[in-house]
């Protein structure tokens, strides 16, 4: 019998050795942290900009400022200051970002093991059900379903999203799943009389954290990719603020030809970043099971 | 004297041949025919997959809390302000050419019939009274051709690319097009077409900003018309074949990569073949498969771009015809494109699987 | 009383209904942005100045008409220097113009425009009654009969004369049929039969004596009544036929609907029967969709590839500010002045207070709204309708003085002390429970309405009541409106084009139906006032411009100011902007000599004044 400490360690000793031996891997993990302290130094921003008063109040100063000491990105058409708008609202990103993928990530955890695990005719109805999902084109599904979800609050946007990208963490989760599930180190823990439980969390879980990773960066990514197309034609659900929703009031107040494209161009930048750091993520953890595919001679 | 018929065959064999009982019966049918067994099969899950997805679309958007057609009642309600007698018979009325009397399942299975048997999604509503389909088949032949075009031209530009940048692995020009890719690859359509659009129609304005050609041309098969189209549809379709590459590029270069090590491929050096010949006739040829079944796969990733896209570029495809609809609040148009959508999406993958056989005889698909 | 005069001319919020679809409202009625420019709270911070500004050079200063015009080409099938170019909404359909069924004809498309033409029309800028398809009308005494007389020369496009045989069937179709869009309603309440002695004289029977039924015929907002040819529509099925090519009397026809490019394109019809009074120079008019994207559509007014609308205010400003040459910006005020809407139902608790509303009456400044918060300066409204010049007859100053509009919060806080007084606990109870008001308002949180409303809530909580503001979506609002669920409704007030008995029946008791039932868009405030009533009832068979009338109309508006149901707020200004690189001769602040509105049936004779201006398009 392990000691719970130990376990931890050997838990936790594997993902630390994965994470220093890919570059791509330590890269996206390096800016997701500075783009996630960049998100908590919200209220710093705002106290610094606002000196007392709230900078995104409607009307808390003249609409469309140029870019000055005051306010390094400018106001925006309500007179909001863009700079601590932005900021605001990619914590904002992040969060709805990250309960989405954790209860994909959750769900998707559990459809894989109840497909993988138990296999027959469960697996082939639950795998039939995620094919479904990744395959058809679900944007009009996720247009419908945030059209009616007005005044919605920051988890609910999260639940509704994770509807949608549950399917990406599943089926990464399944197929390593089903590998493992006839791994011998398996098969050794069940002779050793180990409870099923005690299988999965000291044997499969640790061999399966990268895919769970994988799964939650791509859940994620999946949502957030969802929730910005929603709110850059406008049918996003209102009641949230977020970058995609920045980039929407830049579209339709037609900001550019104003020549206010701070308010346009900085969302973008921090999306594309946070696409990119999910991304390499991701791949710097394929690469990692699949060391071939690292770029080293 | 005995009259035997024999067969050549019966020469080789016993004098008395006991002939062979040949099986009759569906299942023995198949099993002598596994290639007919897997399309068969292939088929069933199509058909399932079908119903699953037309019914989940179906429910989805009757059983989202605040049902549009109760808004387009209200909004009718509110057209007779003064006649509220006249009211309830015309809500009834529309309530039963919108195929909403009836509870849910009741509902269902009427829009199941209709779609099936009789290929009709009802009345629309921004188009009162053409019915759904033929409103969204005006503008069906301006996505096919967008997003297929583009998506073709993606798949094609990305895999010769991806093949490239295995192939040459470590040298520096595949690595930072690995990297580009891998940096740029999860961008949306929509932000390449937004900056696109700043760019090359606003500020430069080399390329059109809206529309799908030039109104002063005739729509026909002439020079002029088809040259109006590509110089409107070059926009839309750079933004999603960039990413698109991308994406091709870093799959396909994962697939390449393995292959790199394989003996033939050191057979084919030795035996003095260009490396440009053993490229796409060796390795290529095996790393291109599991990519077409992807290019069926990603349709629908592509397709939700599309929408964006077309909404973007104000292209007259089913895309904006969607966010029209959903924002009247037209139901059936709505499941129409939903619907259609799912339908190509799920027939062209399985066009693709049931080619698949053809194309690579290595494969067993049964068994 | 209002005839069914709402489906089938689309009244100005229908059109707003189609265009909130988009959220392009902004885009046509000028200008979203709000945020009383720093005024509204604590210090702006400084420096820098706006993007307009910056264009300028320095603020304050700003070169006139020097910047140089880069004219696009335009997208259009025919040739620009015959064209107008009108930028509207999105438009879905393409090949229906029956307007009776819903999503039948095309709004804002140019049919209800130069196509369709109408009896008489009320030109609100300069309150002249134009008649047109017909010379005039006239009631016999006792308001039994009503005859109108039809111009002999009228023509439908294809030829065939306009006679009151075309009326008498529309009428008789619209009144026998409830299940279509604006059948019904006051036609069928009130015709008893149409005889038409002669093909130019129709006569009205009615049923019961109604000097109003007038009104409907006549294009006062928008557009009027719609005259269909028989000879096209009998025997056809109001519900399918689609009436394409639309056949109708006015100087255009359609030439075509192309659908994937969103626009139509009209012709001038060279056999039109009143050349003589309107020959309009454009061969073509065409309207077609604005863009979805704003710099889409600010860039195409600059480059002179759409004449009107297009381009919201702030854009508008910049332009002004670079010196663009060729931008007019004409204001107009809408027939609905903003307005707060108070609930009188007593399950309201303290709304339901006549006291009360003067308190909220007192905390309204108006001139800050109408210079901060309203995206142009407009004047403060003093009574529920427009200040048109045709709706000068019904100011009565002896009655409004008695009654100042002024913003005194000291004044409102007396008054709230009498009705609620602060309890033990510092807040204000009224009839035993706390002070509280609920705000709703079916504008976006950037509104005006909303602002305006936020203003009066913050004073309100200033003052120790338990006030509440939201913003509802279109069809949330609706219902809780409808339903009487609400104590303050933030919006506009419509119920005036005539005159002021057209509120006043909306008002009365009978309508009232209990909060949680839909009130179908009567007596929304659920105000029960018996004397209101009565006076309502006399002055409903009445003609308004007599003398008789006039003292009860006095009357009503005295109960009104006492019950104030609806506080009126300020004007609504929108401005409309034109662009004078093909076409010059529109309608200015100066010279307003027609509502300059490009959806509204009026602007047909704006079309008719324009001239070219000699510019030729680029090739």
Redesign the interface.
């Known amino acids: 019998m392990m000691t719970s400490t130990a376990t931890i360690g050997r838990v936790l000793k594997a993902p630390v050795a994965v994470v220093r031996s890919s570059p791509k891997l330590a890269g996206g993990l390096i800016v997701l942290a500075l783009l996630v302290l960049t998100a908590l130094s919200s209220p710093l921003v705002s106290r610094a900009i606002g000196h007392g008063a709230d900078p995104v109040a409607v009307a808390a100063y003249e609409r469309w400022l140029v870019p000055s000491p005051a306010h390094p990105l400018g106001t925006d058409q309500l007179g909001r200051d863009v700079l601590s708008m932005i900021i605001g609202s990619m914590s904002t990103s992040l969060q709805i970002g990250a309960i989405a993928g954790v209860i994909s990530t959750a769900i998707g955890v559990v459809v894989a093991f109840l497909a993988g695990y138990l296999g027959g005719w469960i697996d082939a109805v639950l795998s039939t059900f995620t094919g479904i999902l990744l395959v058809i084109p679900t944007f009009p599904l996720l247009i419908a379903l945030s059209a009616y979800a007005k005044e919605v609050t920051l988890f609910q946007v999260g639940l509704m999203l994770s509807i949608f990208s549950w399917p990406f963490a599943a089926k990464i989760i399944r197929s390593q799943v089903l590998s493992l599930r006839t791994r011998p180190y398996v098969e050794l823990a069940k002779v050793s009389k180990a409870g099923a439980m005690e299988v999965i969390v000291t044997e499969l879980l640790p061999n399966l954290a990268p895919f769970i990773g994988v799964g939650f960066a791509s859940a994620a990514l999946g949502a957030i990719f969802g929730l910005v197309g929603l709110e850059v034609i406008g049918l996003g659900p209102s009641g949230v603020i977020d970058l995609g929703h920045i980039i929407y009031s830049a579209i339709s107040t037609g900001a550019l030809t104003l020549g206010a494209w701070p308010m346009f161009v900085v969302p973008i930048a921090l999306l594309t970043l946070l696409f990119a750091a999910l991304n390499m993520v991701n791949i710097g953890l394929e690469e990692v099971y699949n060391p071939r595919l690292r770029s080293e001679r | 004297m005995t009259s035997v018929v024999t067969t050549r065959a019966d020469d080789k064999s016993e004098p008395n041949p006991t002939p062979t009982v040949r099986a009759v019966g569906v299942r023995s049918v198949l099993a002598r025919h596994p290639l007919a067994a897997y399309a068969v099969r292939r088929f069933g899950l199509y058909l399932i997959e079908m119903w699953g997805a037309l019914t989940i679309a179906f429910f989805f958007f009757r059983l989202i809390p605040g049902d549009p057609i109760q808004t387009f009642i209200q909004t009718l309600q509110q057209n007779y302000v003064y006649n509220v007698q006249a009211s309830a018979e015309v809500i009834a009325r529309y309530q039963h050419e919108f195929g909403l009397d009836g509870n849910i399942f009741v509902q269902y299975l009427h829009h199941m019939k209709k779609l099936i048997i009789d290929h009709d999604f009802g009345p629309s509503l921004i188009n009162y009274p053409t019915p759904a389909q033929n409103v969204i088949m005006q503008s069906l032949p301006w996505t096919i051709g967008l997003l297929g075009i583009s998506a073709v031209i993606a798949w094609i530009v990305g895999l010769g690319a991806g093949a490239l940048a295995g192939w040459r692995r470590g040298k520096a020009g595949a690595e930072v097009a690995t990297n580009l890719a891998i940096m740029l690859g999860h961008v949306p359509f929509y932000f390449v077409a937004l900056i696109l659009v700043y760019v090359f129609a606003y500020s430069l304005g080399w390329l059109p900003s809206r529309s799908a050609y030039d109104s002063n041309i005739p729509p026909a098969f002439s020079p002029q018309f088809i040259g109006s189209v590509l110089q409107h549809g070059i926009l839309p379709a750079a933004s999603i074949v960039i990413i698109g590459v991308f994406n091709w590029l870093l799959s396909t270069r994962m697939l390449m990569i393995p292959v790199l090590g394989e003996d033939y491929l050191l057979y084919a050096e030795a035996k003095g073949l260009r490396p440009g010949d053993i490229l796409t006739r060796y390795a290529l040829r095996n790393c291109y498969l599991p990519q077409v079944t992807a290019f069926g796969l990603s349709l629908g990733f592509i397709f939700n771009g599309n929408v964006l896209v077309e909404q973007l570029f104000n292209y007259p495809g089913l895309g904006s015809t969607l966010v029209t609809a959903i924002q009247q609040l037209d139901f059936n148009t709505i499941l129409a494109v939903t619907d259609m959508a799912i339908i190509s999406v799920l027939t062209i993958n399985l066009i693709l699987d049931l080619l698949l056989p053809f194309l690579d005889p290595r494969v067993k698909y049964w068994g | 009383m ?1 005839i ?1 005069r ?2 089938p001319q689309r009244h100005v919020e229908d059109v707003a ?1 189609v265009l909130r ?3 392009r409202r902004n885009l046509l009625a000028g200008g ?7 005024l ?3 210090c ?9 500004d ?2 300028a050079g320095d603020k304050g200063g700003s070169k006139k008409n020097t910047m140089p015009l880069e004219v ?1 080409k335009a ?3 025919t040739p620009r220097e015959q064209t107008l170019i009108v930028a509207q909404t ?1 438009f ?5 113009w029956n307007s009776m ?4 004809a095309p709004g804002a498309s140019g049919f209800d425009i130069f196509v369709k033409e109408y009896m008489f029309y009320l030109n609100l800028a300069t309150g002249e009654l134009m008649p047109w398809l017909c010379t005039d009308y006239k009631y016999n005494d006792d308001f039994t009969e009503l005859t109108f007389h039809f111009d002999p020369n009228a023509k439908w496009n294809d030829g065939k004369p306009l006679t009151s045989e075309d009326f008498k069937f529309t009428v008789d179709l619209l009144r026998s049929r ?2 279509l ?1 604006g ?4 036609l069928t309440e009130f015709t008893k039969s149409v005889d038409t002695p002669d093909p130019q004289t129709a006569v009205i029977t009615m049923t019961k004596p109604n000097p109003r039924f007038h009104y409907g015929f006549i294009a006062v907002i928008v557009g009027g009544f719609d005259i269909r040819p028989k000879h096209v529509w009998e025997g056809k099925d109001p ?2 036929f689609r009436d394409n090519p639309p056949v109708r009397s006015g100087p255009y026809v359609l030439d075509k609907a ?6 139509f394109v009209w012709k001038k019809n060279p056999d039109y029967w009143n050349k003589a009074k309107l020959d309009p120079k454009p061969e073509y008019v065409v309207y077609i ?1 604005t ?9 195409a007014f600059e480059r002179a590839q759409v004449d009107v609308g297009s381009i ?1 205010e ?2 508008a400003k ?1 332009l002004r500010a670079k010196g663009y040459p060729a931008l007019v910006t004409t204001q107009f005020h809408d027939p609905c002045p903003r307005a707060l809407w108070l609930n009188n139902d007593p399950s309201r608790g303290i709304t339901a207070e006549p006291k009360m509303h003067w308190v909220i009456n007192y905390l309204i400044d108006r001139s800050k709204d109408g210079t901060n918060v309203w995206p142009v300066k407009v004047p403060p409204a003093h009574y529920p309708w427009a200040d048109y010049p045709s709706n000068k007859k019904w100011e009565d100053q002896e009655v409004a003085d008695k009654y100042p509009f002024t913003y005194d919060p000291s004044k409102a806080e007396e008054l709230l002390d009498e009705i609620a007084p602060k309890g033990a606990n510092g807040k204000r109870m009224y009839k035993g429970k706390p002070a509280t008001i609920e705000i709703i308002t079916p504008v976006a ?2 509104g005006a309405e909303y ?1 305006m409303a936020k203003l009066v809530r913050d004073q309100l909580v200033k003052l120790g009541v338990d006030a509440t503001i939201r913003s509802l ?1 279109g ?2 609002h ?2 809780k409106w409808q339903r009487g669920e609400f104590d303050i409704s933030s919006q506009w007030v419509c119920d005036v084009s005539w005159d002021p008995e057209q509120l006043y029946r909306n008002l009365q008791s009978d309508r009232a139906v209990p909060v949680g039932k ?1 009130a ?3 007596n929304n405030v659920r105000l029960r006032d018996k004397r209101l009533d009565e006076l309502s009832k006399q002055l409903a068979n009445m003609d308004p411009t007599s003398n008789e009338a006039k003292q009860l109309l006095a009357k009503a508006l005295e109960i009104y100011y006492e019950d104030l149901p609806v506080i009126p707020i300020i004007q609504t200004g929108y401005p409309q902007y034109f662009n004078t690189a093909f076409w010059t001769g529109w309608p200015t602040d100066n010279d307003l000599y027609q509502v300059p509105l490009n959806w509204w049936g009026h602007f047909m004779f704006v079309i008719g004044k324009i001239q070219p201006s000699g510019r030729k398009a680029p090739a």
């Open positions: 209002s069914s709402r489906p209904d679809y988009l959220s979203a942005a709000v945020a009383a420019g720093g509204l709270s604590a702006s911070g400084g420096g820098g100045g706006s993007y307009s910056r264009n696009g997208n259009i099938p999105d879905t359909v393409f090949n229906n069924v819903p999503n039948g409830q299940d869009l059948g019904g309603g006051d519900l399918k192309i659908q994937s490019q969103k626009m969709s863009a979805k994207q704003a710099d889409s559509a600010a860039l919201d702030e854009h910049a949180v950037d602002v979506s069809s949330v609706d219902d839909n179908v868009g009567r």
